[in-house]
């Protein structure tokens, strides 16, 4: 599959780019800052050379020179990480993860995780802040990243694959994960983002927050 490495948002400090890797239709996310040239790689999925691909198209949306400084991944599922390990020998930069994931992104990837995150807290490089939202039940610590809000911006939400257009992910017809993980979606995400919100999930195109909301209680009855 080839690798599309669009610019999906110029926004006024921020570019956000994607690759869509693999047979499974993996997005992985490139943020750059415009004033530092530092860059958040989300989801190291596949395809080295894709993502390199990647990172030379948004080589120019800085006004420095742009350099990977994070790898942030959402979840352990080894979809999400089979680049990882290459990436990090190629880049050595740091890596983080929610903390109940680690385990899992090690086993999967052979890779250790420099920062483990947790609910409510921020991961930052020069010139890009992303809130860290803990989402249980797709796994057990599965994150999304928010590019806050600023002025006439709306929030960015990486949701990884606990959140898509029409639903929740997937947590295998487990009644106690899937009520986790609307739980979690519904208070962490709906009640405390707008409307307008934006949210870049792990397959496939994004949505907003308003554009699902008036489905919530239709997943809840449905169970998936």
Not at 21 to 44: E, F, H, P
Not at 194 to 211: E, F
């Amino acid at each position: 599959m080839t690798a599309d490495t669009s610019l999906l948002h110029d926004l006024p400090a921020h570019t956000v780019r994607r690759a869509v890797v693999s047979a499974m239709a993996n997005n992985v996310y490139l943020i750059t800052s415009k004033t530092t040239g530092a860059q958040i790689l989300i989801d190291a999925a596949d395809d080295l050379p894709a993502i390199n691909a990647l990172l030379q198209d948004a080589a120019n949306d800085a006004d420095v020179p742009a350099l990977l400084a994070m790898i942030a991944t959402t979840h352990q599922h080894w979809d999400h990480v089979r680049a990882l390990s290459a990436l990090c020998a190629q880049t050595g930069v740091a890596t983080a993860a929610g903390e109940d994931d680690i385990a899992g992104i090690a086993e999967q990837a052979g890779v250790s995780t420099d920062l483990a995150l947790v609910h409510g807290g921020t991961l930052s490089v020069a010139g890009i802040e992303l809130k860290t939202v803990h989402l249980r039940g797709h796994t057990p610590g599965s994150i999304a990243y928010v590019l806050a809000p600023a002025a006439d911006v709306s929030a960015i939400i990486f949701s990884g694959d606990s959140l898509f257009p029409g639903g929740v992910g997937n947590t295998q017809e487990d009644p106690a994960r899937f009520t986790a993980l609307m739980n979690d979606v519904e208070e962490r995400l709906f009640n405390v983002y707008s409307d307008d919100s934006l949210v870049l999930p792990g397959h496939g195109d994004g949505t907003t927050l308003g554009t699902e909301r008036p489905s919530l209680q239709q997943w809840r009855e449905r169970g998936w």
